[in-house]
C-alpha cells in the first residue's frame, strides 16, 4: 500500500527552525526523486525542494540558503531542515515523489511561523 506520512511540523517564532520527516512506503523509495511540497492558505501547492536517487538537490528560490532537503533510504524517509523561518513560510507541508504521482497525498504538517 503506497502511503505518505509527514511530522514535524509546529508553531515556532520568525527566525525560528524546525525539522520535517515523511515516511513514504510502499514504493521502490531508493530509486525515486522526492519532494517536499507547501500549500499556504488561498495559494496552490508549490514545491519546495527535492532530492534524486543521486543525492541531487535543487529548491525554489524563496527557500534557498534556508531549507536542507535529505534522505535516509534505509528508512524510507526524507527530511526538510528548515532555517531562519518566516511567516511567509507558513504553510501546510507534504512530500510526494517528483513529479507527485502518489495519490491521495498524505495529511501533511502544519507550520506556522509568527510571534
Known amino acids: 500500500q503506497v502511503r505518505l506520512v509527514e511530522s514535524g511540523g509546529g508553531l515556532v517564532q520568525p527566525g525560528g527552525s524546525l525539522r520535517l520527516s515523511c515516511v513514504v512506503s510502499g514504493v521502490n523509495f531508493r530509486f525515486m526523486t522526492v519532494g517536499w511540497y507547501r500549500q499556504a492558505p488561498g495559494k496552490q501547492r508549490e514545491l519546495v525542494a527535492r532530492?534524486?536517487?543521486?543525492?541531487?538537490?535543487n529548491y525554489a528560490d524563496p527557500v534557498k540558503g534556508r531549507f536542507t532537503i535529505s534522505r535516509a533510504d534505509a528508512k524510507n524517509t526524507v527530511y526538510l531542515q528548515m532555517n531562519s523561518l518566516e511567516p511567509e513560510d507558513t504553510a501546510v507541508y507534504y512530500c510526494?515523489?517528483?513529479?507527485?504521482?502518489?495519490?491521495?497525498w498524505g495529511q501533511g504538517t502544519q507550520v506556522a511561523v509568527s510571534s
Open positions: 510526494n515523489l517528483d513529479p507527485p504521482i502518489i495519490n491521495p
Open positions: 532530492i534524486t536517487a543521486g543525492l541531487a538537490t
